[in-house]
Each structure stands twice: as structure tokens, then as C-alpha cells.
């Protein structure tokens, strides 16, 4: 059974270095530059089941494009690359986080957690 996420990340080099981190796992990672891009994407793919949307953000006011987001009825995680925004919402019970401090080892951990959950 293949498991497959897709990253959202604006700015593209976290997501970069989250799928060289999996190479050497049967984990299908895509990456999209933005929202319209992402929605292109799943139009183009759509008997493909996504196990989540890593969504990697700079700024809390990206935290719109959320909105957009839920619509897509995918498992969304949070990856705040600010460590004062992944403590405020971690305070937030019932949304999963990705730590971004961590090292390349501990995001593969941390990625294949969440698939696995």
C-alpha cells in the first residue's frame, strides 16, 4: 500500500529538503508552490487519496489560506517555520504540528508518524 502527502510550502526550501530526507522510503511526497497550483494538481489527480497536506508557513497570516485549505477534505498538518508560532499552536487541542527545528532525521520521523496515525 503506497502512502503519498502532498507539502504546500510558498517559499520551497523546507519542502525541498522533507522529500530528499524520505528518498529512501516508499512514501510518495509532492510538493506545490501555492494554493492554485495545489487545486490544479488534486483537479488532475482525482482518484489519488492523499494521506495528508503538510502545509509549511513563514508568517500567522498565512494561516488564511487555511480557509481554502479545509476544503479540499485533506488531513491538514501545520509547520510554522517560526518556533513562537508552533508554541502558540500547540497550546491548540485537536490540529497536529510539524516540529521545523528539528533535523532531517527527525522530520522523517516525524513524517512517518503521521502517516502511520
Known sequence: MNKSFIILDKQGPFSKVIKHS?????LKVYRCKSTKRLTDFLYLKPNTKFDFLLFIFFEEY???????????????IFAPTDKRSYKRLSKIEGIKLM??????MEYKIQIIDFVKN
Do not use: F, H, M, R
Open 22 to 26: 524520505l528518498k529512501d522510503t516508499s
Open 62 to 76: 498565512e494561516l488564511v489560506t487555511c480557509l481554502e485549505l479545509y476544503n479540499l477534505d485533506i488531513p491538514i
Open 99 to 104: 516540529d521545523l527545528s528539528a533535523n532531517k
